[in-house]
């Protein structure tokens, strides 16, 4: 399974450097010289990652394979991505393939379908389909204790008012 860690953004200079959206939790281990990239579109790909620096904020990336300015500028919007089963596993995290599709479970009942994760600057957010529409849970261990990817579930403990947000009057 490939798990999206980047999108590349604009180009940096005219060496063929470009600006990096990051999506990963753990750039310092994604992002090592010699990487290679399964790349969106395939078109665009395989890159192998040459060099990697942070300029501020920014995380700044050079591939063997863009020798230019021109080159670089091709690649804006397209989304690197690594095999998940190259990744080191991390005990307190999932990917989103593994959420998608878990049961939301509130006080021992269904309540929704987890339809996606949404990776946010300062907290994760399950998008949780319900009956009702879509519900935004903030992914921290106060409000989701448990996943449980065996049995197909989380639990979640909403603060007051959470799911009823969509519910018409």
């Not at 300029?55 to 990336?61: Q, T």
């Not at 393939?97 to 939301?104: D, F, I, T």
């Not at 903030?138 to 009823?164: K, Y």
Request: hydrophobic share 40%.
């Amino acid at each position: 399974m490939h798990v999206q860690v980047a999108r590349i953004g604009k180009p940096h200079g005219i060496r063929g450097e470009v600006t990096a959206q990051v999506f990963t939790d753990a750039p310092e281990d994604r992002f090592v010289p010699g990487t290679q990239f399964t790349v969106e579109p395939a078109s665009h790909g395989p890159l192998t990652l040459r060099a990697a620096r942070w300029n501020k904020d920014i995380l700044l990336l050079s591939f063997s394979e863009v020798p230019d300015r021109n080159r670089a500028e091709e690649l804006r919007g397209a989304k690197l991505f690594l095999d998940s089963d190259e990744l080191e596993d991390d005990d307190e995290g999932w990917y989103e393939h593994e959420l998608v599709g878990l049961a939301v479970r509130v006080d021992g009942r269904d309540v929704g379908t987890v339809s996606a994760l949404q990776t946010m600057p300062v907290q994760d957010l399950l998008v949780v389909d319900t009956p009702d529409g879509e519900v935004l849970v903030p992914f921290v261990e106060e409000i989701v204790p448990e996943v449980d990817l065996e049995g197909g579930f989380v639990v979640v403990v909403p603060p007051p008012g959470l799911f009823e947000l969509n519910r018409e009057a």
